[in-house]
Nanobody
Framework: QVQLVESGGGLVQPGGSLRLSCAVS????????IGWFRQAPGKEREGVSC????????YYADSVKGQFTISRDSAKNTVYLQMNSLKPEDTGVYYC????????????????WGQGTQVTVSS
């Protein structure tokens, strides 16, 4: 059974940093793409970043390039999202998701989802 569990969210001041974790169980992480998505109240779910299977290529939405970094620890079967220089517009529920084939920033292409972790950027 595939399970994804996010952690690391919280309240942070503008300019601060957070590192989100996505612990994956039930599959060997390296064989699947993992994406990070966020959803603000009243807005559509947005693809933030993804890391592809096998070669670990990384992709970012234009809105977070140079600000967020996605990485993978195969030994821990965990994917991380390092978020720096956070802004109020980064506020939302952050989800990680697993994709069986290929890699994408489109949420509707993902097969399994975690429960989400809240990130709030506010002074």
């Amino acid at each position: 059974q595939v399970q994804l569990v996010e952690s690391g969210g919280g309240l942070v001041q503008p300019g601060g940093s957070l590192r989100l974790s996505c612990a994956v169980s039930g599959v060997i992480l390296d064989y699947y793409a993992i994406g990070w998505f966020r959803q603000a109240p009243g807005k559509e779910r947005e693809g933030v970043s993804c890391i592809s299977a096998i070669d670990g290529s990384t992709y970012y939405a234009d809105s977070v390039k140079g600000q967020f970094t996605i990485s993978r620890d195969s030994a821990k079967n965990t994917v991380y999202l390092q978020m720096n220089s956070l802004k109020p517009e980064d506020t939302g529920v952050y989800y990680c998701a697993l994709k069986m084939y290929g890699s994408s920033l489109k949420y509707y292409e993902y097969d399994y989802w975690g429960q989400g972790t809240q990130v709030t950027v506010s002074s």
